[in-house]
């Protein structure tokens, strides 16, 4: 039988190409002559397509093609979909064969393989304006072969659900997305293929996705190379990744793929991180040519056989936290091995030459267990564990104070050398040049590590500037840890993967003088310099500048302020000033400032930074004032005065500066001065140090003025001569603060945090449990012992008693004290911040937490709507917050805030949370006097005169309000500012407040300020 050809285009044809399909029967052939032709083919029949010259089919509406036939080939064409909604080319049913065509799409996919439907494409060129290049969903295997897919809107090629394709000599070129991304339980085979320019991973393996990949080469992505998380099986051979900006490979999840005869080179920042809980197996691998080679962390248990590691600019194995590496046969030339945390590492046959560099560090609680080594280098530093077997070690090994180290047949070219309280235990050892005691290092003075000694490398630029200011410690951790934050966000945009929850405005707290402005300024410039910012400069404003003097001028003065802002950093000093009201009889347009600011924020919050500064209490009224500035402002960095040492450095400095010297009794008579000069909460700090070297100065013309200098270089001296005025003018010198570590009752007593938890209305047993603890811990400290979990509190009470107030001068106490190391106090909320979206996520969203609180405080909030029973996503946070709380105790100190029916159910939930918090602050009900009292004190606090029939009206209304909470108080005394007409309150003012015959003031729920 003859099969039937029918003919379009040209005399005597069919016009359309549907209306010869139309009446084509199985098997026909079609040929189609040169031309542009606007329609949707529908097959529902086998047929098969072949172009004569230039054929283009475009569908503005509807897809190209729909295939629904047992077999489908088109050979030759240009198929164009310019349908914003359907794909180009769908294929549900039977297989679709593409021969040297070009086809483009401009939605969600340009092909897509569904149901039971196949793709098989042959030297074809595929391209996308809006989405993906090619979607494989059905199980019916497609193939791919010889073909480009180039500049995809996003990936270009997806083998989602079920799908399964062979990718063969393929080639994907600059997609937006990924490369090639597998998921679901998708299967793909990829064979001598080429992913250049990828936007997001290049090669994706995720959820159940299986892939086997052979002859891969990925070069100039601008994520990473290979992205594997998936728990199905993955193997990749022979494959080469190439000059990634971040990693070449990332492993991660529960991950186990194979590698094998790989190349990894040219990543900007590691060849190989392995993360989470991954398990990949690495055989004749090649990793070069990258800052740290190959980083394991997390739990992770990576397996590396025959591996050669050279060209490392940093590290060239890293190993921390919780990971467990094997490595059998290790060429490494360059820099060496660190292993930090708890991680342990078991390295058999193994050369490692490193020149001037430490070849093996083990640092921490970390393990390291070595067979058959060859170290050239400078030896092997161990603080924390070390076993070693058959080992030659070209120079020496050093063994701190606590450490421990085993060797048996061993050969140490340069001795082993340990301090005291080092644990060395040598077995059939051949150690040239031991001494015949163990060596000691001598001891430095303790000193709080930097910035820069935290990463391991040297900072310039504006972050070289900040570490360079005097003193701030905990400032610039908090700072560099936010940047830090910042860029591991960025890095994981880039990759695909979700933000973790942050903002970036920030709240600067503290008394004037110490740096809070520099700070904002160099903080603006580093965003700049992340691309985070367009600008990065800095606008300083203060009230007069926001706030206008007639209705709708503030506004539109604000607005006017935050325009010169937009894409840097607009810096509000005195910003509590805003909400204070004027304590007049006119009226106030602070508050309206802040309402504008609060939209202007959202409307630019991708081009606009608020730093909003002031002292540390008013600041923290500021922020009650407004329920969106606590949403927006969710970080606090405290700025603590300068100690007397640094203040000193800055007066030296500015001496230096301008070609001064002081004397050595001028040195003396300099911190006499600023151990004596008054330090209360106003103190000036730095400014004092100035105006004090400005004195000197004009001290010292006035001094050589009446006697004229023997020598030119008495002009450039300053002597204790030059002090003495300003001395004089002080009180006498006062008894020294008591510090924690001598006595540290007297220290509690004498915090300024104490005195105004004292001060607090009500609730006395808290105040007193909260004032015992703190006690207790300075003992602690005072013994030398850790803190523990010892520090951890559960504050329950119901929405609105003054949880915050108790944890915020909880924590404010612990940073006075020196019992934690910065004085940062970070909230979080279970219920907005940590609920995970998928299994296992709640481990990240905790540790992330937990990072950003360290070596502060964090507050946590367990109210909000969450199921908190067993096997549900609340259930596997708490679980995930008593682990990591156990395994880094008081690092940072953690306050659990909820309300009483919350903290009984999830004691019982999870038992071993009462283990990580074994304090317990029960706050009560409130009596009306005693709301009474706390809203008097907030409309004093804001300038009014309160006569008593006006204290006994508030504490009328609010036995009458349907919530006696602190809340309510503050929320009546804010309303109540808000609507009087003068300074001196009067009762009829109450009547603005709640009018005749209406019910009491619906007051909502929160947290606000106690005293």
């Known amino acids: 039988m003859n099969r039937q050809v029918l003919t379009v285009g040209g005399e005597g044809a069919y016009p359309t190409i549907g209306a010869a399909l139309a009446q084509a029967q199985n098997g026909a052939t079609i040929t189609v002559h040169s031309g542009r032709y606007e329609e949707n083919l529908v097959v529902d029949r086998m047929v098969s397509l072949v ?274 590496v094997r490595i059998a046969g290790l060429r490494l030339a360059g820099h060496g091995i660190v292993l930090s945390g708890q991680s342990r590492l078991d390295l058999t046959d193994a050369s490692v030459e490193t020149g001037r560099e430490i070849a093996v560090e083990v640092t921490e609680s970390s393990w390291l267990t070595g067979t058959d080594l060859h170290v050239r280098g400078s030896g092997v530093r161990v603080t924390g564990t070390a076993e070693l077997q058959d080992c030659e070690i070209a120079d020496e090994i050093v063994v701190k104070a606590g450490a421990t180290l085993t060797a048996s047949r061993c050969r140490v070219h340069n001795g082993v050398s340990s301090d005291d309280g080092a644990n060395v235990t040598l077995t059939e050892c051949e150690v040239d040049g031991v001494a015949s005691e163990p060596v000691r290092e001598p001891q430095a003075e303790t000193v709080e590590p930097s910035t820069s000694d935290a990463s391991g490398e040297v900072l310039d630029g504006p972050l070289g500037e900040l570490e360079s200011l005097v003193g701030l410690a905990g400032v610039k951790k908090e700072v560099t840890g936010l940047i830090n934050l910042i860029r591991m966000s960025q890095m994981r945009e880039r990759m695909g993967l979700p933000m973790p929850p942050m903002s970036r405005h920030l709240v600067f707290a503290g008394p004037p003088g110490t740096g809070k402005t520099t700070v904002a300024r160099l903080y603006g410039t580093v965003l700049a310099e992340l691309g985070i910012l367009s600008k990065g400069h800095m606008v300083e404003v203060a009230r007069q500048d926001l706030v206008g003097q007639y209705i709708g001028s503030t506004a539109i003065k604000t607005t006017e302020v935050v325009e010169k802002a937009i894409g840097g950093v607009l810096f509000i000093d005195e910003a509590y000033t805003l909400s204070a009201g004027s304590g007049g009889s006119g009226p106030d347009f602070g508050q309206e400032a802040i309402d504008a600011l609060m939209k202007i924020m959202e409307d630019q919050r991708d081009s606009l930074v608020v730093i909003v500064a002031g002292y540390s209490e008013q600041m923290d009224v500021f922020l009650e004032s407004n329920p969106g500035l606590a949403s927006r402002f969710t970080r606090t960095i405290e700025f603590p005065n300068y100690s007397v040492d640094e203040l000193v450095t800055i007066t030296t400095g500015l001496t230096r500066k301008h070609y001064y010297e002081l004397t050595d009794d001028a040195m003396t008579t300099l911190r006499e001065y600023f151990e004596r000069v008054p330090k209360s909460s106003t103190f000036g700090n730095g400014r004092v140090a100035r105006k004090l070297f400005e004195a000197m100065v004009n001290n010292q013309a006035s001094r050589l003025a009446l006697q004229p200098p023997s020598k030119d270089s008495e002009l450039n001296r300053l002597t204790a001569e030059d002090l003495h005025a300003e001395l004089a003018n002080l009180p006498a010198a006062a008894q020294a603060a008591v510090s924690v570590g001598t006595d540290p009752a007297a220290a509690v007593g004498a915090a300024t945090s104490v005195h105004r938890l004292r001060k607090l209305v009500g609730q006395k047993a808290v105040r007193e449990h909260a004032e015992r603890l703190l006690v207790r811990l300075g003992g602690l400290k005072h013994g030398r012992q850790p803190l523990g979990q010892e520090a951890n509190v559960v504050l329950s009470g119901e929405r609105g008693s003054g949880r915050a107030e108790f944890a915020r001068l909880y924590a404010r106490g612990l940073a006075e004290l020196g019992l934690v190391g910065v004085g940062q106090l970070v909230r979080r909320s279970v219920a907005e911040d940590l609920m995970p979206r998928w299994p296992g996520q709640a481990e990240h969203l905790v540790r992330t937490a937990l990072d950003d609180a360290s070596g502060g405080v964090l507050v946590l909030d367990l109210d909000g709507e969450w199921e908190s029973t067993v096997h549900t996503p609340g259930h596997e946070v708490l679980e995930a917050l008593a682990e990591a709380v156990g395994r880094r105790p008081a690092d940072p100190v953690v306050v659990l805030t909820a309300e009483p029916r919350r903290v009984r159910t999830l004691a019982g939930l999870v038992p071993s949370l009462r283990d990580r918090f074994p304090a317990v602050w029960e706050l009560g009900k409130y009596t009306v006097d005693e709301l009474g009292e706390i809203a008097v004190r907030l409309l004093v606090r804001g300038g009014h005169e309160v006569p008593d029939a006006v204290r006994d009206a508030l504490a009328h209304e609010l036995a009458a309000a349907s919530e006696r909470t602190v809340h309510a108080a503050h929320e009546l005394a804010r309303t109540l500012s808000a609507t009087a007409a003068s300074r001196t309150l009067a009762a009829a003012d109450l009547r603005g407040v709640r009018p005749p015959d209406v019910e009491p003031l619906a007051l909502g729920q929160g947290l606000a300020s106690v005293g």
């Open 51 to 324: 172009a004569e010259g230039d054929v283009e089919i475009v569908a503005r509406e509807g897809s190209v093609l729909v295939a629904n036939a047992e077999a489908v080939q088109l050979r030759g064409f240009t198929l164009t979909g310019q349908d914003d909604k359907l794909v180009a080319v769908d294929v549900v049913r039977g297989e679709a064969a593409l021969d040297g065509c070009r086809v483009t799409g401009a939605s969600w996919a340009t092909l897509l393989a569904r149901l039971q439907g196949s793709l098989a494409l042959r030297g074809c060129a595929v391209t996308s304006t809006a989405g993906a290049g090619i979607v494989v969903a059905s199980p019916s295997q497609s193939t791919i072969e010889d073909t480009e897919i180039t500049g995809t809107a996003s990936s270009g090629v997806v083998v989602a659900e079920v799908g399964s394709v062979v990718l063969r000599r393929c080639a994907v070129r600059q997609p937006k997305g990924n490369g090639v991304c597998v998921n679901g339980e998708a299967v793909a085979v990829v064979e001598q293929c080429e992913i250049t320019g990828a936007e997001k991973p290049a090669m994706v393996v995720e959820q159940q996705g299986r892939a086997t990949i052979t002859g891969l080469t990925v070069r100039d992505s601008a994520n990473v190379d290979l992205y594997l998380t998936s728990e199905g099986r993955v193997s990749v051979v022979d494959s080469r990744f190439l000059s990634a900006p971040m990693q070449a490979v990332h492993v991660a999840a529960s991950a186990a793929p194979v590698l094998r005869e790989c190349v990894f080179a040219g990543a900007e920042r590691n060849a190989v991180q392995v993360t989470g809980n991954a398990s990949p197996h690495f055989v004749d691998c090649t990793f070069e040519d990258s800052p740290v080679i190959i980083l394991a962390d997390g739990e992770a248990t990576p397996n590396f056989e025959r591996a050669t590691i050279r060209g490392a600019t940093q590290t060239g194995v890293l190993v921390t936290a919780d990971a467990k």
